[in-house]
């Protein structure tokens, strides 16, 4: 199809001195209304506005070796970016854009694009589509023509030697509002990693059926608008209106998605936006304008999406009352909670956690997206094997709960303190030789143990693990990695053993790769524990231990039981090498563990007692 004209726009300063300067937006995606000077130094932008004005995407000319500082006046661009080729693009520095809106630079090249964000462009997609389109795991299929003629594509994405019938759907679109290109970096990141050659991810192909729409509204990105369609229409709002006033965009993806959903109803629906604040967040719906359980269930899609990222995190979440006019209150009024649907909001500028905003931790986002949506769905495969409760066995007093909104799967487990003889034992069916990365689950508790304590064997290993249950609730938490020197179990027990309430909720073991030879868990970077010398020892041994940084200090010393017997420090040590004289008198022959925490790590290592 040929692509329509870009309407141009151009200003040609009048100063004889910078004739030569020009601003213009002549190429897709491009947004300038003026460029005025009155010292032919100083540059006032406007962009043109449909629901504001942030959205701007030109190109100056003639500015080698020239200084000039622009403001935009109508935006707000936290360091803008800018590029010489149109392709590669970079953030202004603090220096170079000091202030929202403004940046001034001494150009090394005649010609230089600046943008909002990263473009993402009409003729962009389509690069990638062709790339994807090579795999035989995507379909591309057109479900109608925009105002302007342009197609709204559907990316099907799913291993078609696998029949459809079962297949849980999962829909993801972006790009409703044009301007808000963050979120087509994210986008690509689902894309590639349901494309990666992984068997996790090949198993993940088997199972579902991506239903993945890259632009909502082609007109909108292709003319440069900045969150409306070429007619000035917000497509999110469109939702709630009779079919003959539905914008033809939303219309079309209301159609596809009844058309789905008469088959088999869609079990999640990601709809990807980029915000002007300085955090990720989901616009979690409150349970007034859905329901106790639906409220609750977004919750921990979002924890799994906040598990093991470093841009994303719980305190970024932000509630709203679901409305109509939005697809997600569409999808609520006609499929109730059958479908998981949330806004996914990416930044333009920074994380929460201070790093600043590019397309590959975006790409990033995108894959913690495809394992999170599995794992809400308790897609399991043994490379990434999750393990609730439904297969946890429970001995003594300990009971099932499902009160709060941390907690993984239906419910959870949770046991008062004791002495050990109530617990809850998780296994994982047998797996093939290599190591595994071994995270916990558990949930916030009042009262709850700073000290539970993990027992995780297998034929060949035995550990002790202790977690702070205070803290860190609603997530992936990392425990230790283990070894199968040969095909096997992993068995984790979680008892009673603890000063506080206990939770038992669910485990997620991760494939690594081959056995690394070691048998205790990765050293944590706050210490190094060293084994224990002499080994075997009678009637004393020496435990040294190096800190990186000043730190809380725990040693304790536990029996073949998993047992506490001695505590041997428990104070604040400052940086450095220390060493402490174990006397073992009193006790029988066997293997005993040593365990140190520092800070928030812990490390367990096993010593002989041989008499």
Avoid at 288 to 305: D, G, I, V
Avoid at 354 to 361: K, T
Wanted: hydrophobic share 35%; aromatic share 14%; with cysteine.
């Amino acid at each position: 199809m040929k692509l329509l004209q870009v309407l141009a726009i151009s200003v040609l300063l009048s100063t004889p001195l910078f004739s030569q300067i020009k601003f213009d937006a002549e190429f897709e995606s491009g947004n300038i209304k003026s460029a005025k000077t009155t010292d032919s130094v100083n540059f006032i932008v406007e962009t043109n506005e449909d629901i504001g004005g942030r959205w701007f995407y030109f190109r100056i000319t003639g500015v080698k070796d020239k200084y000039i500082k622009v403001t935009i006046s109508n935006s707000d661009a936290n360091r803008p970016v800018y590029s010489y080729n149109n392709k590669d693009f970079e953030r202004f520095t603090e220096t170079e854009s000091p202030q929202y809106n403004v940046f001034k630079k001494t150009f090394s090249e005649d010609t230089v694009y600046v943008a909002y964000y990263n473009p993402y462009t009409y003729s962009y997609l389509q690069e990638r589509i062709n790339d994807w389109q090579k795999s035989e795991f995507v379909k591309v299929d057109t479900l109608g023509y925009s105002p302007m003629l342009l197609p709204i594509q559907e990316i099907i994405l799913t291993d078609e030697n696998e029949p459809n019938e079962n297949k849980i759907r999962v829909w993801v679109h972006a790009r409703t509002h044009p301007g808000e290109t963050p979120s087509s970096f994210h986008f690509d990141g689902i894309v590639n990693t349901l494309l990666g050659d992984d068997e996790v991810i090949s198993f993940y192909r088997k199972k579902f059926i991506f239903h993945l729409i890259p632009f909502v509204n082609p007109d909108g990105v292709f003319y440069g608008k900045s969150r409306t369609n070429f007619s000035g229409i917000d497509l999110e709002r469109e939702w709630n209106k009779a079919d003959s006033f539905t914008a033809k965009e939303a219309l079309i993806l209301k159609n596809r998605l009844k058309e789905i959903n008469n088959e088999k109803i869609v079990s999640v629906f990601l709809n990807l936006h980029s915000q002007a604040a300085s955090y990720c967040t989901f616009w979690i719906h409150t349970p007034q304008s859905t329901s106790n359980y639906f409220y609750r269930r977004e919750y921990q899609f979002a924890n799994l999406n906040t598990s093991d990222n470093k841009y994303f995190s719980q305190p970024d979440y932000r509630e709203s009352n679901l409305q109509s006019y939005f697809p997600e209150g569409w999808l609520w009024n006609n499929y109730s909670h059958n479908v998981m649907a949330l806004t996914y909001e990416t930044p333009y500028d920074k994380y929460s956690n201070g790093i600043w905003v590019d397309n590959e931790n975006l790409c990033e986002l995108g894959n913690r997206t495809v394992y999170a949506i599995a794992e809400f769905l308790n897609v399991s495969h043994p490379k990434h094997l999750i393990i609730d409760n439904e297969s946890a066995v429970a001995k003594g007093n300990i009971i099932s709960d499902s009160s709060g909104l941390n907690f993984y799967g239906n419910n959870f487990y949770k046991v008062s303190p004791g002495f050990g003889d109530n617990s809850v034992s998780y296994n994982s069916g047998n797996l093939k030789k290599g190591a595994y990365d071994i995270y916990g689950w558990w949930t916030n508790l009042s009262g709850a143990a700073s000290d539970a304590m993990y027992k995780i064997n297998t034929d060949s290993e035995h550990l002790f693990i202790s977690k702070n249950h205070k803290i860190e609730s609603g997530q992936w938490n990392f425990l230790s990695q283990i070894n199968l020197n040969s095909a096997g179990n992993i068995s984790i027990e979680i008892s009673d053993s603890a000063t506080g309430t206990v939770s038992a909720d669910a485990f997620r073991i991760v494939y690594k790769g081959e056995t690394t030879g070691i048998k205790d868990f990765i050293i944590p970077e706050s210490f190094v524990l060293y084994q224990n010398y002499p080994n075997p020892f009678n009637p004393s041994t020496s435990i040294r231990f190096d800190l990186i940084e000043n730190s809380n200090v725990v040693l304790r010393i536990y029996n073949p039981l998993g047992e506490l017997i001695k505590i041997l420090v428990d104070e604040k040590l400052e940086s450095g090498q220390h060493e402490i004289l174990f006397n073992a008198t009193g006790l029988s022959s066997g293997v005993y563990y040593y365990q140190l925490i520092a800070g928030k790590s812990a490390q367990t290592r096993s010593m002989v007692i041989l008499k």
